[in-house]
C-alpha cells in the first residue's frame, strides 16, 4: 500500500502561482511513476502532468503545458506540481496518484490516489 497525502491548495487570483505537494507513505516511492490529475465541479476527472521515477521524463496535458511543473524528490518522497500563472478554468480538486507502471496518462494506469486539495482561481 502506498499512501498519498496533498496539500498546497488554495484560494488564488488569476495569474498567481501554487506549489502542490503530494508526500508518500509505504512502500518505495522510487517504485512508482507518478502524476497529478485533477477534477471540477460537473466535470470528469482530467489528467494534468506525469513524471517517472527518476525524474527525467515528464508530460503535461496541453492546457497546462508551459505554466506548470512536475517534479519530484525522491529522498523526500514527495512530488510536487509547480504551477504559474493561474486561470480561473484551472479551477479543481487537485489529486496526486502513483502508478506501478510507467509515466501514463490513464487514470486507471494509477493504482494509488490521494484526498485531494482544492484549488480556486478567482477572475
Known amino acids: 500500500q502506498v499512501q498519498l497525502v496533498e496539500s498546497g491548495g488554495g484560494l488564488v487570483q488569476t495569474g498567481d502561482s501554487l506549489r502542490l505537494s503530494c508526500a508518500a507513505s509505504g512502500r518505495p516511492f522510487i517504485n512508482y511513476a507518478m502524476g497529478w490529475f485533477r477534477q471540477a465541479p460537473g466535470k470528469e476527472r482530467e489528467f494534468v502532468a506525469t513524471?517517472?521515477?527518476?525524474?527525467?521524463?515528464?508530460q503535461y496535458a496541453d492546457s497546462v503545458k508551459g505554466r506548470f511543473t512536475i517534479s519530484r524528490d525522491n529522498a523526500k518522497n514527495t512530488v510536487y506540481l509547480q504551477m504559474n500563472n493561474l486561470k480561473p478554468e484551472d479551477t479543481a480538486v487537485y489529486y496526486c496518484?502513483?502508478?506501478?507502471?510507467?509515466?501514463?496518462?490513464?487514470?486507471?494506469?494509477?493504482?494509488?490516489w490521494g484526498q485531494g486539495t482544492q484549488v480556486t482561481v478567482s477572475s
Open positions: 496518484a502513483a502508478s506501478a507502471w510507467f509515466t501514463s496518462t490513464r487514470s486507471n494506469d494509477y493504482i494509488y
Open positions: 513524471v517517472g521515477r527518476s525524474g527525467d521524463s515528464t
